[in-house]
């Protein structure tokens, strides 16, 4: 299994309401899974540009 489906797995098995990250620059946006809030809050965009805005999340 790839490092990435291990984390996922891993996600799925957690009761998280989120998981916030930011290590890939060309995935930057907010998404479901099932009932988890996943955010990649990278600041920087697929050229290393630090111009993505800040994602706020209330909790």
């Not at 998981?19 to 099932?34: A, L, Q, S, T």
Request: aromatic share 6%.
């Amino acid at each position: 299994m790839s490092d990435a489906l291990d984390l996922l797995h891993r996600i799925d098995q957690l009761k998280l309401k989120a998981h916030i990250f930011g290590h890939i620059n060309e995935g930057y946006r907010e998404y479901m899974r099932g009932e988890k809030r996943l955010i990649n809050a990278s600041t920087c965009t697929v050229r290393y540009a630090p111009s993505n805005p800040p994602i706020v999340l209330d909790i």
